[in-house]
């Protein structure tokens, strides 16, 4: 997949032998800084279908340091766990990347630990919608230097209100940015946001999670 040592390296202490379906689709694409809409399953491997592009963007060590801080790479999840999880990922696969700036931004947090985690320049940071717009709009957070902003399970943040959020995050950050989708499906709603927040997107389609229902018990 054309991944630097250090990140193989990880990847080999983490017990990863072969890529998954979605990996191998996703991660040249993301690499060559195509816009992706991805349609995958739950379980699928989806995290380091997007982590590992992202670092591989940094791999040479050098932060470009724009004006302001802020993050280079934005990944916005629906919940506090899979921002959790995802910024996990980021630190397991990076983890021979000494250099390496990790923040989260999530609710039900004080705010003072995560102004101190946000403060200056940042390579990737994790974050809900809600509590995102409540740190930009304070003026606490500049996004002007993104160069990656990842939607993971967008369908999800869509069904839980977060349009707006989503609309008002994206606005924040430049119009040059890769922006990459993830989703259980790629229409309707998802279809319209896909078509306002990315550029001449790539789709990759793989096992949506509602295909098929064989394990829902319904009564």
């Known amino acids: 997949l054309g991944l630097h040592d250090a990140l ?3 990847l080999e202490q983490a017990g990863y032998r072969q890529p998954t379906p979605v990996q191998t689709a996703t991660i040249p694409a993301a690499i060559e800084g195509t816009d992706l809409m991805v349609c995958s399953a739950t ?3 989806k995290t380091a279908a997007f982590v ?3 670092l591989q963007r940094m791999s040479d060590g050098t932060r470009r340091a724009g004006a302001g801080g802020g993050p280079r790479v934005l990944v916005l999840a629906p919940t506090r766990e899979l921002v959790m999880q995802v910024a996990k990922a980021c630190e397991t696969y990076g983890r021979f990347f000494k250099w390496l700036r990790v923040a989260t931004v999530v609710g039900g947090v004080p705010y003072g630990a995560q102004l101190k985690a946000i403060r200056g320049s940042l390579d990737i940071l994790v974050a809900t919608p809600g509590r995102l717009i409540d740190h930009l709009e ?3 957070l500049n996004l002007s230097n993104v160069e990656v902003l990842v939607l993971d399970e967008a369908d999800r943040m869509l069904d839980m209100g977060f349009i707006e959020d989503i609309q008002r995050i994206a606005e924040a ?3 040059t940015r890769q922006t990459v989708l993830f989703s259980a499906t790629l229409g309707g709603r998802i279809a319209a946001l896909g078509a306002e927040l990315l550029r001449q997107p790539r789709r990759i389609e793989l096992e949506s ?3 098929r229902h064989e394990n829902i018990s319904q009564r």
């Open 43 to 45: 379980g699928s491997g």
């Open 138 to 140: 304070s003026g606490r």
């Open 8 to 10: 193989l390296k990880a």
């Open 209 to 211: 999670d509602r295909d």
């Open 52 to 54: 590992l592009p992202a």
């Open 173 to 175: 950050t430049p119009r």
